[in-house]
């Protein structure tokens, strides 16, 4: 019984984990729930309560207002973060970002305010 109600637990928090991979590209506005790795290219807005993961290769162009961003890729406009933007060394942030916790790796580039 125990187990059953463990794997249960496991498959949600996995269906709300997605990956968008180096040859996705998306134009537009973006709405997701739940936790979102982008490697690919977004051209206009990102929204979103969950957390966005913008791995090393991803380039952002557009607004993003996310709950948590943790970034290691390209962003250029501006981030809003309900809870908290963290930039690691490979990260370029070009615009301004609004958040109450802002942390920034040695190596990561950032120009705004």
Not at 61 to 76: A, F
Request: overall charge negative.
């Amino acid at each position: 019984m125990w187990d059953t109600m463990k794997r249960k637990v496991n498959q949600a928090d996995v269906e709300n984990f997605t990956v968008l991979g180096k040859d996705v590209t998306f134009k537009g506005v973006v709405y997701f729930e739940g936790t979102v790795q982008l490697d690919g290219c977004v051209e206009g807005e990102i929204r979103t309560d969950g957390v966005l993961i913008v791995g090393e290769h991803a380039v952002i162009r557009g607004t993003v207002s996310v709950g948590t961003l943790i970034s290691s890729g390209k962003t250029h406009g501006t981030i809003a973060a309900s809870d908290k933007v963290q930039l690691l060394k490979t990260a370029v942030q070009i615009g301004d970002v609004h958040t109450p916790a802002f942390s920034i790796e040695a190596g990561a580039y950032f120009k705004g305010l």
